[in-house]
């Protein structure tokens, strides 16, 4: 097979345009074209009056391979990517914790392997997870066990299901397929930027858990890690709250994929002493736009093209007060989401479905802080002082669960907001117009006021008057870091496998279920050697 990069596309190409660019660019005749697929697909929107796919193919010839490369830089012989799964030879059923995507894609290895692992959740499974998130934001009322933050597909399951990462580890490709083989669209293994929304990754979860249960997993919900013993430093069992119900499960390896939101675990890890450091973070608001509007700034004439979709953007500057401040988590026709799973505590984020066809776009606007900026030698710091901020953010927004909002107009002349403008809060329940400053800290206020100013100067419209600013941003990524060693394990205790974005290995759904896949490959791998 060869891989052959670098084809022009227009927007509205089909596969016979695809087959002769490919076949033009290494000067063959199509008829000698076993195959020829679409591997990777980009928008290069550079020149707004110019927009096109990018695209690199994977093509199958009758004719030697070998040759075409050593002629066209632009080709190259490519393998087709394989993942193999070793089979596990332990006696004793390894434990995950958390059902998102670091400990559902755990559970699927240790399940290909023969582990018989055992996966439990403090939250709901994804449907009744569903219904108690729409009952939260429709009425206010949380549900500190199924909320956005826990239940079946973990954090990332009412989100725009963005699969992009940073990571360059090839074991993406396997979390791709799988989300593919499980319900997710194709376009998800090519595209640059893959999403597959809210609506159809919660689909996609559930068949998961289904194949976990098929290859003789256990999937237990509203099940919570409490505890754990250990012998001689060594996991011996996981100690479980079930029903209301304590139980212990017999085992030598606990995979902790907790989320970033599990704060009454983390501090029962830290009473039990496994080293935890604080780490650095971000707080912000989330900012959002007409989606017409950002459309318009990226693409120009081109905008609201069909194949192009909702426009994204990813931008950030760096502030003479040494503040960097960034956009995360675009999500493009997408909604602003009360994230909340903790009583008197408001917090946000963003979601959209497959579509992205909401009337506003959002992203997070973030600063990033530092231990250093909330000075203290616990590592659990950085927790509490996220918990401050939603809790003034809970207090800003009536009490109630309606989000605090103010518009960008106010927010850069430092003025309470009293009505909103022309751009609508997508959040629910509802909102208050109000101070950001009342949840926010001064120093990161000031920062993201002038970060917005200088953003406009790259996305045109950004600090759009009517543009709504809603608080507070605060879980974007984990405040700690459970310490682990080269095998994936506590640094204290053997067995014990901190896992994902909770334990500050990863950021996002695919790094996530990356690092969920690297901790069960090294459980495989000491059940062959011991
Ligand atoms: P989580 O997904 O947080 O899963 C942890 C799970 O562990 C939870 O289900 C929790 O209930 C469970 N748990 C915690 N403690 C215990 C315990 N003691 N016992 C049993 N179970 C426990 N990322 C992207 O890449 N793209 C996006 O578009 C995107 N959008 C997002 C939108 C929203 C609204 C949110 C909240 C997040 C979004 N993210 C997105 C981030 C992404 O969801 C996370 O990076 C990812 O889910 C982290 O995966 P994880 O498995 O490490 O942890």
Same mark, same amino acid.
């Given at each position: 097979?060869?891989?052959?990069?670098? $084809?022009?596309?227009?927007?509205?190409?089909?596969?016979?345009?695809?087959?002769?660019?490919?076949?033009?660019?290494?000067?063959?005749?199509?008829?000698?074209?076993?195959?020829?697929?679409?591997?990777?697909?980009?928008?290069?929107?550079?020149?707004?009056?110019?927009?096109?796919?990018?695209?690199?193919?994977?093509?199958?010839?009758?004719?030697?391979?070998?040759?075409?490369?050593?002629?066209?830089?632009?080709?190259?012989?490519?393998?087709?990517?394989?993942?193999?799964?070793?089979?596990?030879?332990?006696?004793?059923? /390894?434990?995950?914790?958390?059902?998102?995507?670091?400990?559902?894609?755990?559970?699927?290895?240790?399940?290909?392997? @023969?582990?018989?692992?055992?996966?439990?959740?403090? &939250?709901?499974?994804?449907?009744?997870?569903?219904?108690?998130?729409?009952?939260?934001?429709?009425?206010?009322?949380?549900?500190?066990?199924?909320?956005?933050?826990?239940?079946?597909?973990?954090?990332?399951?009412?989100?725009?299901?963005?699969?992009?990462?940073?990571?360059?580890?090839?074991?993406?490709?396997?979390?791709?397929?799988?989300?593919?083989?499980?319900?997710?669209?194709?376009?998800?293994?090519?595209?640059?930027?893959?999403?597959?929304?809210?609506?159809?990754?919660?689909?996609?979860?559930?068949?998961?858990?289904?194949?976990?249960?098929?290859?003789?997993?256990?999937?237990?919900?509203?099940?919570?890690?409490?505890?754990?013993?250990?012998?001689?430093?060594?996991?011996?069992?996981?100690?479980?709250?079930?029903?209301?119900?304590?139980?212990?499960?017999?085992?030598?390896?606990?995979?902790?994929?907790?989320?970033?939101?599990?704060?009454?675990?983390?501090?029962?890890?830290?009473?039990?002493?496994?080293?935890?450091?604080?780490?650095?973070?971000?707080?912000?608001?989330?900012?959002?736009?007409?989606?017409?509007?950002?459309?318009?700034?990226?693409?120009?004439?081109?905008?609201?093209?069909?194949?192009?979709?909702?426009?994204?953007?990813?931008?950030?500057?760096?502030?003479?007060?040494?503040? @960097?401040?960034?956009?995360?988590?675009?999500?493009?026709?997408?909604?602003?989401?009360?994230?909340?799973?903790?009583?008197?505590?408001?917090?946000?984020?963003?979601?959209?479905?497959?579509?992205?066809?909401?009337?506003?776009?959002?992203?997070?606007?973030?600063? @990033?802080?530092?231990?250093?900026?909330?000075?203290?030698?616990?590592?659990?710091?950085?927790?509490?002082?996220?918990?401050?901020?939603?809790?003034?953010?809970?207090?800003?927004?009536?009490?109630?669960?309606?989000?605090?909002?103010?518009?960008?107009?106010?927010?850069?002349?430092?003025?309470?907001?009293?009505?909103?403008?022309?751009?609508?809060?997508?959040? &629910? /329940?509802?909102?208050?117009?109000?101070?950001?400053?009342?949840?926010?800290?001064?120093?990161?206020?000031?920062?993201?006021?002038?970060?917005?100013?200088?953003?406009?100067?790259?996305?045109? &419209?950004?600090?759009? &008057?009517?543009?709504?600013?809603?608080?507070?941003?605060?879980?974007?990524?984990?405040?700690?870091?459970?310490?682990?060693?080269?095998?994936?394990?506590?640094?204290?205790?053997?067995?014990?496998?901190?896992?994902?974005?909770?334990?500050?290995?990863?950021?996002?759904?695919?790094?996530?279920?990356?690092?969920?896949?690297?901790?069960?490959?090294?459980? $495989?791998?000491?059940?062959?050697?011991?």
């Amino acid at each position: 097979m060869i891989r052959i990069s670098n $084809i022009h596309l227009p927007l509205d190409y089909t596969s016979e345009t695809v087959l002769n660019k490919a076949a033009k660019l290494i000067n063959v005749d199509k008829k000698f074209f076993k195959s020829c697929t679409i591997f990777r697909r980009s928008i290069d929107a550079r020149k707004k009056d110019n927009i096109f796919f990018l695209a690199t193919v994977d093509a199958e010839l009758f004719v030697n391979e070998e040759k075409i490369c050593k002629k066209f830089k632009n080709a190259e012989i490519a393998e087709k990517y394989e993942y193999t799964v070793e089979k596990f030879r332990g006696t004793v059923s /390894p434990v995950v914790v958390g059902a998102g995507p670091a400990g559902l894609f755990a559970a699927l290895i240790l399940a290909q392997s @023969g582990a018989n692992p055992i996966l439990i959740e403090r &939250g709901r499974d994804v449907d009744t997870r569903t219904e108690d998130v729409h009952n939260f934001w429709k009425n206010g009322i949380l549900d500190t066990t199924s909320n956005v933050q826990f239940g079946e597909g973990g954090a990332g399951a009412f989100s725009d299901g963005k699969l992009t990462t940073g990571t360059k580890d090839t074991r993406q490709r396997k979390v791709l397929i799988e989300f593919v083989k499980h319900g997710a669209p194709d376009e998800i293994l090519y595209n640059a930027k893959p999403h597959i929304g809210t609506d159809k990754l919660r689909p996609t979860v559930k068949s998961i858990r289904n194949e976990i249960i098929r290859l003789g997993g256990k999937v237990m919900f509203e099940t919570k890690l409490i505890g754990f013993s250990a012998k001689d430093n060594s996991v011996t069992s996981a100690e479980i709250e079930h029903n209301g119900t304590k139980q212990t499960i017999d085992t030598n390896a606990i995979i902790l994929a907790i989320g970033h939101s599990a704060r009454d675990t983390f501090e029962m890890l830290n009473e039990k002493a496994i080293p935890i450091e604080a780490k650095a973070f971000s707080v912000g608001a989330r900012i959002e736009h007409h989606r017409e509007m950002i459309d318009k700034s990226q693409y120009g004439k081109f905008a609201g093209n069909k194949a192009l979709g909702a426009a994204s953007y990813k931008t950030n500057v760096h502030l003479e007060n040494g503040r @960097g401040v960034y956009t995360f988590c675009m999500c493009p026709g997408g909604k602003v989401v009360n994230a909340s799973s903790e009583e008197n505590r408001l917090c946000t984020n963003g979601m959209s479905e497959f579509a992205r066809n909401e009337e506003n776009s959002n992203a997070a606007l973030l600063v @990033g802080i530092t231990p250093a900026d909330y000075q203290s030698e616990n590592p659990l710091a950085g927790m509490y002082f996220q918990r401050e901020l939603e809790h003034k953010a809970f207090v800003a927004g009536g009490e109630n669960f309606n989000a605090p909002v103010q518009r960008v107009c106010d927010f850069i002349e430092n003025k309470a907001s009293t009505k909103i403008g022309d751009v609508k809060p997508s959040v &629910g /329940p509802d909102f208050t117009p109000t101070d950001l400053n009342k949840c926010l800290p001064d120093f990161i206020t000031n920062s993201m006021r002038q970060a917005i100013v200088q953003m406009d100067k790259k996305l045109h &419209g950004f600090s759009y &008057g009517d543009a709504v600013l809603t608080g507070v941003e605060t879980r974007s990524s984990s405040p700690i870091r459970i310490m682990r060693n080269n095998n994936l394990q506590s640094i204290s205790v053997a067995g014990l496998y901190p896992c994902g974005e909770g334990a500050g290995y990863a950021g996002g759904i695919i790094s996530a279920a990356v690092d969920g896949i690297k901790c069960a490959e090294k459980i $495989i791998e000491n059940s062959i050697s011991e």
